[in-house]
């Protein structure tokens, strides 16, 4: 079992950045693809970036590329996203997720953990 718990959402200007860190504990962290997800109300969740184990690849949604940026500490057991340049429709609860493959890593089919998910509000 893994558990996570995600932290740094808040309440940001257009424009503005914020980093969001996921921190596991349980499992074997290095051992999983990391993902986030965002889900805005009345919408489905959709893929903002993935993390392969060792951090050698990354991928990211067409929407927050070049923006956004996926890393991770396998030391600290956590993940990041920072978010550069935000924009109003950037606004939604933010999940982290872990899956055991890379492959398919843009679907939440792929994740068998999540974190209970940070807000991330921007303003106009």
């Known amino acids: 079992q893994v558990q996570l718990v995600e932290s740094g959402g808040g309440l940001v200007q257009a424009g503005g950045s914020l980093r969001l860190a996921c921190a596991a504990s349980?499992?074997?962290?290095?051992?999983?693809?990391m993902g986030w997800f965002r889900q805005a109300p009345g919408q489905e969740r959709e893929f903002v970036a993935a993390?392969?184990?060792?951090?050698?690849?990354?991928n990211y949604a067409d929407s927050v590329k070049g923006r956004f940026t996926i890393s991770r500490d396998n030391a600290k057991k956590t993940v990041y996203l920072q978010m550069d340049s935000l924009k109003p429709e950037d606004t939604a609860v933010y999940y982290c997720?872990?899956?055991?493959?890379?492959?398919?890593?843009?679907?939440?089919?792929?994740?068998?953990?999540w974190g209970q998910g940070t807000q991330v509000t921007v303003s106009s």
């Open positions: 997720a872990a899956g055991p493959y890379y492959s398919g890593n843009y679907n939440v089919r792929a994740y068998d953990y």
């Open positions: 349980g499992g074997t962290f290095s051992s999983y693809t």
């Open positions: 993390i392969r184990r060792t951090g050698g690849s990354t």
